[in-house]
């Protein structure tokens, strides 16, 4: 591929750049107690053929629930995890039964975050990208691609003549 170099830079720095955005985010957003699901992301960059990236972030499960909140659901339903309230309780001093409280969730449902935590985790992405692009090493590796796309191009015309 044409840029090796510089989608290896890139790669290399932009992850751990976008891990640390999405756990900055989680607690902009409040959402970190225990701090399990902020621990859980990881990220990493990929460049299909064409040199287009794509981001892969990961974590927890309750992740999922963070970002998208909970319906509520139907009398009988499973209830969440008690042990993840319990956990909850205590990092948060919030007093109460566990079970109660997660009947009030089936019953009420929990407000997501996914759209206001998209925008602002694509906003600080951005500028991430921004500042890498005056990265002195992600340059220089763009630099060095280029020369190599340009050699490579030009390979073998110094044995060409050319005719008027």
Do not use: C, H
Not at 72 to 97: E, H, K, T
């Amino acid at each position: 591929m044409a840029l090796d170099n510089f989608q290896r830079e890139l790669s290399r720095d932009l992850a751990p750049r976008v891990t640390a955005v999405v756990r900055e985010a989680l607690a902009v957003f409040d959402k970190v107690a225990t701090g399990e699901s902020s621990r859980s992301v990881s990220t990493r960059v990929r460049f299909n053929s064409s040199g287009e990236y794509r981001l892969q972030i990961r974590g927890r499960e309750g992740l999922r629930y963070i970002l998208d909140g909970r319906r509520p659901q139907p009398d009988g339903a499973p209830l969440p995890p008690i042990d993840q309230i319990v956990r909850w309780q205590a990092a948060r001093g919030v007093r109460g039964n566990p079970y109660a409280i997660a009947r009030s969730i089936n019953a009420r449902g929990i407000p997501g975050i996914r759209d206001e935590f998209t925008e602002y985790v694509l906003r600080r992405i951005r500028d991430e990208i921004n500042d890498l692009a005056r990265d002195s090493r992600v340059i220089n590796a763009f630099r060095q691609d280029v020369r190599e796309l340009i050699i490579s191009r030009f390979r073998g015309l110094e044995s060409t003549t050319i005719t008027r």
